[in-house]
Every structure is written in structure tokens, then in C-alpha cells.
């Protein structure tokens, strides 16, 4: 009989902290291995392709000083999924960095196996002839964009995580992979059904977002054995309760009943969630179908511009009023006044917070104006220098641009800040947000960081 195996999902994601109480209760009881997520599409496209992080290294470093020397002292590993945000070679370069940097303090060492999962251009080109399908409502892929992908990577799941297992690594730093492979390859490895290991990992990939009050800055201890597992916050001040557990199991997911991984669909139907005590709770019943095809996400951004912007506040009541009036008088003049950059160049953007900046038109404008709106102007060039330009346009346009029955002449803007303007740097876009039916390689490699 497969023996319980107890883990730590330390936070919802790594660098964005976790109470040293957690900690501390955790490490109380026997642990198999910590893990943690370090990673996700939901930044958006910017940080794959610009190869940089989106939680800072002075946190990624306080988080990771914390627990290297625990799984020293307990020889258990440390499980760390799509490194560095993204996942792509220069994400996961930054996280060995701050690993060899804390073990250089420790003066210690750790055995690390690292999973590359970045795409060469050869299995692009064969991905693009005729094996790449939609993903999350992506478009068809523009073959055009085939050599033209920023730091393209394949997502995988538990099986690279498993071997690199098998290797006796104290630490393993993966690539880009899914969530749930982080916390569900040492369950499966050891023998655990493999649905009640991804459903037990989707729940801890979000660390305490499962308990009450949320937490994703904060520990989940899960506990799994053949036909069950439990989830608890080592934290006394989070509780969860079946009603949560069951609610973050639709966590990202449009059907309550399953949610889908590379190994298949994950059956939630006959789950049960049984409160244990007032913060444990109990989950039965998940069920793996194994795929019928294996696929593999693969994405990739590609370079469009440059961005800049400006920030400002609307409180005129007529301005409020007309600004669709305003907005299309702005897009004209700065037409007509720019000449450093051609038409089809250059986009123009205006988000007005308070009105529709976030529906953007998918809700109807309230009947009643809002007092106050906040505007950001944005622009994306070919150069920063141009898209500085036209947003300087914009702005001057836009802070003395007319609207009917305007009484005044003053500005109609307001600036929080001076400068005005943003340069924002390089944009990106995702070219290759989409599924392949080919197996890419994963490159695994073992090395010492000291």
C-alpha cells in the first residue's frame, strides 16, 4: 500500500512571500518535498518575450533563503515550476543565480536538476507545418512569425518532473510547465492515482487562495494517500472549509465538473469535500481519463513596438460627457500632425477609467456620468522615440482638444505627475499561444550551484 505523502505548496507564487508562522508549523510535522509555482501566462505576453520576471528578485531571493536551508537540514526537494515567470531559459538562468548566490552565504551546496523547455527552430517549423492547433481562443498561426519568436517554450507536465526525480536532486528548476506538475509529479512517482494527485495540485498551486480569509502570499500543507487527500493552512489564522476547497477547485476552470491537464481530464463528479476539523478539509473521489491524444501548449511572443504613455484626470462635467467627441479630435490632429511616423505604423489608445476602461464597450455607459474619469493615453510606435512623440501629441491634444458647449478655455486635463509622459519600452504580443500534436525534448541537466 502506497504510504501517505505529506507536502508544502509554499505560496501561490514564488516571490510573493509566506508567513514565517506558516513556515514554521509546517516544519512540525514530516514533509516528502516542498513545492512552488513560479510562474504564469497571466502578466500577459511582455515578460516571455522580453525574457525578464515579473516578481522582482529581491523577493524571489527572500522567499527561496527561507527554505533552502530547510530542505538542506531534511534532504527532502525543493520543486520549483516555470522559473523565473516565464519559463524560458533566461527566467529559469535568473532563479540559479539567486539559488547559487543563497548557497554561496550558506556556504553550502545544492544538486539541482534544471528542465529547459525551449523550442528550437527546427521543431517550430515543423510544428507550423499543419501541427499546431487553437488555444484558448488564438487565432490560426501566421507562419510568417515562425523565426520571428521571442523566447518560444513548451509547457509540459509530470513526466520531465518525474525524471528529473529520479536523479536524487535536492532541487529541481523547471522550465515552463503546468502548475499542477509541481505538486502532483512526487505523489504519482511514488505511486499515487494520478487524479487525486492533479486535483490535490491544482488546489495547492495557488498556495492558501483555497482557505479563508485568501492567501496566495501565504502556505498550504496537503496530506494524499491512495483513495484521499487533505488540505490545511499551517497558518492558524486561515481555515478551509469544503465549501472553499470546492470553490477553488473551479479556480480558472468553465466546467465545474473536470478540468483538463496534458495526462487528460481530471473527473471532478463524484468529488466529496468533508470538513475534518474547522481548517481540514477532506477530497474523495477524483478520477483521471487518461488523454486519447497527447498535446502540448506551446507559446511564444513576438515584438510589435514600442509603448509610452501619459496619465491624467477628467473632472469637467462636459468634458466627461463628450469624450468620444474628444478622443476622435485627438485622433485627428495627431494624424495631421504627425508626420514622423505613418499611418499604419503607430496605434493610438485611450482608456477611461471610471467609464469603460475595463469593459471596454462590453457593457452599456452608466446612465449617470461618473464624477471623475482617469485617462491614460497610450501609444506603440516602431521606436521609442516616435511613440514618445505621438503620445506627447496626444496629450497636448487631448488637454486643449474642444467639445461642444464648452464654456471655458482652460486645460482639461489634470496631471498626477510630472513628467506627464512614459516611455514603457519594448511591446509584445503572443504569436504562438497554441497546441501541437508533436512530442517536443525537454533538456534536463544536473549541475552543482554552490
Given at each position: 500500500m502506497t504510504k501517505t505523502i505529506r507536502y508544502l505548496s509554499l505560496c501561490g507564487l514564488l516571490g510573493y512571500g509566506y508567513s514565517l508562522a506558516s513556515l514554521e508549523n509546517a516544519l512540525k510535522q514530516e514533509l516528502d518535498f516542498i513545492g512552488v509555482d513560479a510562474g504564469s501566462t497571466d502578466p500577459g505576453p511582455y515578460y516571455l518575450g522580453s525574457g525578464k520576471g515579473f516578481v522582482k528578485r529581491l523577493q524571489v531571493k527572500r522567499d527561496l533563503a527561507l527554505i533552502l536551508p530547510v530542505i538542506k537540514e531534511r534532504k527532502i526537494p525543493l520543486i520549483i515550476g516555470s522559473a523565473g515567470g516565464s519559463g524560458a531559459r533566461p527566467h529559469v538562468e535568473s532563479v540559479l543565480e539567486i539559488i547559487t548566490e543563497i548557497a554561496g552565504e550558506m556556504q553550502s551546496s545544492f544538486k539541482t536538476a534544471v528542465i529547459y523547455s525551449d523550442l528550437d527552430n527546427d521543431f517550430l517549423h515543423r510544428a507550423a507545418d499543419g501541427h499546431l492547433f487553437s488555444c484558448g481562443g488564438s487565432g490560426e498561426f501566421n507562419t510568417l512569425y515562425t523565426d520571428k519568436l521571442s523566447n518560444p517554450?513548451?509547457?509540459?507536465?509530470?513526466?520531465?518532473?518525474?525524471?528529473?526525480?529520479?536523479?536524487?536532486a535536492e532541487i529541481i528548476v523547471a522550465g515552463r510547465c503546468c502548475d499542477t506538475a509541481v505538486f502532483a509529479s512526487y505523489p504519482i512517482w511514488k505511486g499515487i492515482?494520478?487524479?487525486?494527485?492533479?486535483?490535490?495540485?491544482?488546489?495547492?498551486?495557488?498556495?492558501?487562495?483555497?482557505?479563508?480569509?485568501?492567501?496566495?502570499?501565504?502556505s498550504?500543507?496537503?496530506?494524499?494517500?491512495?483513495?484521499?487527500?487533505?488540505?490545511?493552512?499551517?497558518?492558524?489564522?486561515?481555515?478551509?472549509?469544503?465549501?472553499?476547497?470546492?470553490?477553488?477547485?473551479?479556480?480558472?476552470?468553465?466546467?465545474?465538473?473536470?478540468?483538463?491537464e496534458?495526462?487528460?481530464?481530471?473527473?471532478?463528479?463524484?468529488?466529496?469535500?468533508?470538513?475534518?476539523?474547522?481548517?481540514?478539509v477532506k477530497v474523495s473521489g477524483s478520477q483521471l481519463i487518461p488523454a486519447e491524444l497527447n498535446t502540448t501548449k506551446l507559446e511564444g511572443a513576438r515584438m510589435i513596438g514600442y509603448r509610452s504613455i501619459s496619465i491624467a484626470g477628467l473632472r469637467d462635467p462636459g468634458a466627461i460627457a463628450h469624450l468620444d467627441d474628444i478622443e476622435s479630435g485627438v485622433r485627428n490632429a495627431v494624424a495631421e500632425s504627425a508626420n514622423f511616423v505613418s499611418a499604419g505604423e503607430y496605434s493610438l489608445r485611450f482608456l477611461r477609467y471610471g467609464v469603460d476602461g475595463v469593459t471596454r464597450g462590453n457593457e452599456a455607459l452608466p446612465e449617470i456620468p461618473p464624477r471623475e474619469v482617469g485617462l491614460v493615453i497610450e501609444a506603440v510606435a516602431p521606436s521609442q522615440e516616435k511613440a514618445d512623440a505621438l503620445v506627447?501629441?496626444?496629450r497636448s491634444k487631448a488637454l486643449h482638444q474642444g467639445f461642444p458647449e464648452r464654456k471655458?478655455?482652460?486645460?482639461?486635463?489634470?496631471?498626477?505627475?510630472?513628467?506627464?509622459?512614459?516611455?514603457?519600452?519594448?511591446?509584445?504580443?503572443?504569436a504562438l499561444y497554441h497546441l501541437t500534436d508533436l512530442t517536443p525534448e525537454y533538456k534536463t541537466e544536473i549541475v552543482v550551484l554552490k
Open positions: 517554450v513548451a509547457q509540459f507536465g509530470t513526466e520531465p518532473i518525474i525524471s528529473a526525480l529520479e536523479t536524487g492515482p494520478a487524479g487525486l494527485a492533479l486535483h490535490a495540485a491544482k488546489i495547492a498551486e495557488c498556495g492558501a487562495l483555497c482557505a479563508r480569509p485568501v492567501g496566495a502570499n501565504d498550504l500543507l496537503v496530506e494524499i494517500s491512495e483513495d484521499h487527500f487533505t488540505v490545511e493552512p499551517p497558518n492558524p489564522v486561515r481555515k478551509c472549509t469544503p465549501d472553499s476547497v470546492a470553490a477553488h477547485s473551479l479556480y480558472e476552470q468553465p466546467d465545474p465538473n473536470c478540468f483538463y496534458p495526462e487528460g481530464k481530471i473527473d471532478l463528479s463524484g468529488c466529496s469535500f468533508e470538513a475534518l476539523t474547522d481548517s481540514k506627447a501629441l496626444a471655458a478655455t482652460a486645460g482639461n486635463l489634470a496631471f498626477p505627475f510630472s513628467p506627464s509622459d512614459f516611455s514603457g519600452g519594448a511591446v509584445y504580443e503572443f
